[in-house]
C-alpha cells in the first residue's frame, strides 16, 4: 500500500524518520546511555579486524561504517564488493569478525562471500532487513534494521537504517575496546536520538529538492562528490539517479576531480556538492570553485550558510548534526534529487529496466 504517495519509493523515503527511529529503539538504550547489541557467542572486545561485505547501496553503507570504525573503535576495516571479495583471496585475521550486509539477505554474492568467511573459521555476522532469508539463518550473528518490507527496487529506507545500526556497532566496538569512557558512549546515544527529527527537517525540503530534479533532469552527466565519510553519499547517489532516471551518473572524491573527471566539465554538467560544514568543508568547496570555473552547474548540500554561494547554480540549506547523524542525513536529498529526476523523465521508479529487487545469480 502506497498510502498518499505515487511510488513505493517515495513513500519508503518519507518513512525515514519513522523505521530510523524503530531501528535505533532496538539498540539503544537512551536512559542507560549505552548501545544494546544482540547477544553475540564472543567478546566484541577480542576483535582483531572487521571485515565488510556487500553490494551496491548495502556497500556503501560498508563504506560509511568503516570511517565510523577506524576513527571510533580504532579497529582496521577491510571493505569489499561481495562479487570481488573471494576471488582476491582475502587475508584473514584470527577471531576476525566478518559482517555481511544485505538488505534481501539473498544476494548470490554477499552469501557467497558469507560462506567463504564462515569456511576459513571468521566470526560470522549479517545485517539484514529480511529476517527469514538465507544469510539471517547462516550467520552467527543476526542484526536486524527493522526498516520493514522495502518494496521499491531502489534501496533508500533500507540503507539509513543499516547506518544507524552500523552506527551503534561502532559505538559499542569502541566501547568494547575502551577508546571511548561512559560519557562519551552517553554522548553518541544522545547524538544518534536526535537522527529522527532531523531527518524529517530535511525531508521538509522536498519542494525545493524537486525543483533542483527538474533543472538536472534534462542532463546526460551527473557528477557528485564529497569527501571523507561523505564520498560514500556521493557514490550512493550516483547509484541511486543512475538506476531509476537513466541519467549517467558518477561519485567522486572531491579531491580526486582534477585527476581527471574535470575534464567532463562543462555548462551541461551539473555537479552535486556534499559539504558538510566539517574539518574538510574548505576543501570541498574550493573543488566546486574550480568546478564553477569551468561553468559547471554546481549544486552544493551544507549546514554552512557562510560557505561561498557565488555563482552556485542552486543551494540547499541542511541542519547541523554530529558525525554519526550526518551521512544519514545527507543521505535522503540525494535520493530525493534520483526520484524527482525520474518522475520528472516518466521512467517506472519502483521497477527500473534491467534490475530486481534480489540479485539471486552471481
Ligand atoms: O539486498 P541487498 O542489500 O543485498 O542488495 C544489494 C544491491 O543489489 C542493492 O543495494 C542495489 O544496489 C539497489 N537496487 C540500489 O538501490
Given amino acids: 500500500?502506497?498510502?498518499?504517495?505515487?511510488?513505493?519509493?517515495?513513500?519508503?523515503?518519507?518513512?525515514?524518520?519513522?523505521?530510523?527511529?524503530?531501528?535505533?529503539?532496538?539498540?539503544?538504550?537512551?536512559?542507560?546511555?549505552?548501545?544494546?547489541?544482540?547477544?553475540?557467542?564472543?567478546?566484541?572486545?577480542?576483535?582483531?579486524?572487521?571485515?565488510?561485505?556487500?553490494?551496491?547501496?548495502?556497500?556503501?553503507?560498508?563504506?560509511?561504517?568503516?570511517?565510523?570504525?577506524?576513527?571510533?573503535?580504532?579497529?582496521?576495516?577491510?571493505?569489499?564488493?561481495?562479487?570481488e571479495f573471494r576471488y582476491r583471496e582475502p587475508v584473514y585475521m584470527d577471531g576476525g569478525l566478518a559482517i555481511f550486509i544485505s538488505q534481501s539477505g539473498e544476494t548470490a554474492d554477499t552469501l557467497a562471500a558469507l560462506r567463504h568467511a564462515k569456511a576459513a573459521g571468521q566470526r560470522v555476522a549479517t545485517i539484514v532487513n529480511v529476517m527469514g532469508s538465507t544469510m539471517a539463518r547462516e550467520a552467527d550473528v543476526v542484526l536486524p534494521i527493522h526498516a520493514g518490507a522495502e518494496i521499491g527496487v531502489a534501496s533508500t529506507k533500507a540503507f539509513t537504517c543499516q547506518l544507524s545500526v552500523l552506527a551503534a556497532l561502532a559505538v559499542d566496538l569502541a566501547a568494547a575496546k575502551g577508546q571511548i569512557d561512559a560519557a562519551q558512549e552517553a554522548a553518541f546515544v544522545e547524538e544518534l536520538e536526535t537522527a529522527p527529527k532531523l531527518m524529517a527537517r530535511v525531508l521538509a525540503h522536498d519542494d525545493a529538492i524537486q525543483e533542483i530534479a527538474r533543472a538536472i533532469a534534462p542532463a546526460r552527466d551527473v557528477l557528485f562528490v564529497g569527501r571523507g565519510i561523505h564520498f560514500p553519499i556521493a557514490m550512493e547517489g550516483a547509484l541511486k539517479l543512475k538506476e531509476i532516471s537513466y541519467i549517467h551518473a558518477e561519485g567522486y572524491a572531491a579531491g580526486e576531480l582534477k585527476h581527471g573527471p574535470i575534464a567532463l566539465i562543462d555548462e551541461?554538467?551539473?555537479?552535486?556538492?556534499?559539504?558538510?560544514?566539517?574539518?574538510?568543508?574548505?576543501?570541498?568547496?574550493?573543488?566546486?570553485?574550480?568546478?564553477?570555473?569551468?561553468?559547471?552547474?554546481?549544486?552544493?548540500?551544507?549546514?554552512?550558510?557562510?560557505?561561498?554561494?557565488?555563482?552556485?547554480?542552486?543551494?540547499?540549506?541542511?541542519?547541523?548534526?554530529?558525525?554519526l547523524v550526518t551521512p544519514i542525513l545527507y543521505a535522503i536529498p540525494v535520493q530525493l534529487l534520483a526520484y524527482y529526476a525520474a518522475v520528472e523523465k516518466g521512467t517506472d521508479v519502483d521497477q527500473p529496466r534491467n534490475l530486481a529487487k534480489s540479485v539471486t545469480v552471481e
Fill in 1 to 83: 500500500d502506497k498510502g498518499n504517495h505515487r511510488h513505493f519509493m517515495q513513500k519508503e523515503i518519507f518513512e525515514q524518520p519513522t523505521v530510523v527511529a524503530q531501528a535505533l529503539g532496538r539498540y539503544l538504550d537512551p536512559v542507560a546511555g549505552k548501545v544494546r547489541l544482540p547477544e553475540m557467542p564472543f567478546e566484541l572486545a577480542t576483535v582483531p579486524k572487521v571485515t565488510l561485505v556487500a553490494c551496491g547501496t548495502s556497500y556503501y553503507a560498508a563504506l560509511v561504517a568503516r570511517y565510523w570504525i577506524e576513527k571510533l573503535a580504532r579497529v582496521p576495516v577491510e571493505v569489499d564488493i561481495a562479487s
Fill in 268 to 323: 551541461n554538467v551539473p555537479v552535486i556538492g556534499i559539504a558538510p560544514n566539517d574539518e574538510l568543508i574548505d576543501k570541498t568547496v574550493s573543488n566546486l570553485q574550480e568546478i564553477m570555473a569551468r561553468q559547471g552547474k554546481v549544486i552544493l548540500l551544507s549546514d554552512n550558510a557562510e560557505s561561498e554561494a557565488e555563482g552556485m547554480f542552486a543551494r540547499l540549506e541542511m541542519p547541523s548534526a554530529g558525525e
